[in-house]
């Protein structure tokens, strides 16, 4: 054989093998993206129960408020239309937003215990608060693992050369994450 010959062949293996290192870079990366984006899909679901493990208990919370309150109609009705809107809406985006309303509307109702005293001696109330309180808790948790999961899926697909094979493979980043509301950014006045 010439020595041409074996340069060529040289040539031709160093490129397959180039090849088939860029294309294992690709099947790898286009794995963890697809692992990546179901654990995102899991941790949203999470959460969604979560939400309408709360938007269930709203209603029984309500009707014991109302026992006791008969004059509160535009709080209930707010409740009411803000439960609405987050068991209609579409998507995270759609239901992180309806549940920025429904925290608002439920700590209407909330504020309401400070008015009645009675209320917070129904022993009903206070079975319904302390569910709610604890769902509450539960949605914290769910919502902060979520927020882990896009961040872990982001940082993934923004990265070089993860980046390059994400826009091939149609992976976009996700920005449908679970944010503090602008009141919850500043502190409460305190006044003795």
Do not use: C
């Amino acid at each position: 054989m010439s020595k041409g010959l074996w340069i060529a062949l040289g040539v031709v293996g160093v490129f397959v093998l180039a090849l088939l290192m860029v294309f294992g870079s690709y099947v790898s990366a286009r794995n963890q993206m697809v692992a990546k984006d179901q654990a995102v899909k899991s941790k949203w679901s999470e959460v969604d129960v979560q939400l309408e493990r709360r938007a269930d208990l709203i209603p029984n919370l309500v009707e014991t408020v109302k026992g006791f309150t008969k004059e509160e109609s535009t709080v209930f009705g707010d409740i009411a239309n803000a439960r609405a809107g987050m068991l209609n809406a579409q998507g995270p985006a759609g239901k992180i937003e309806a549940n920025g309303k429904l925290d608002s509307a439920l700590g209407r109702l909330l504020l309401l215990t400070e008015n009645y005293p009675q209320l917070r001696s129904s022993d009903q109330f206070m079975r319904l608060q302390d569910e709610l309180s604890g769902t509450e808790n539960r949605i914290s948790v769910a919502r902060k693992r979520y927020n882990d999961a896009i961040q872990d899926y982001n940082t993934f697909i923004l990265q070089f050369p993860n980046n390059i094979w994400a826009g091939m493979a149609g992976y976009h980043e996700n920005t449908a994450y679970f944010a503090a509301p602008e009141s919850a950014k500043t502190a409460p006045a305190v006044k003795f």
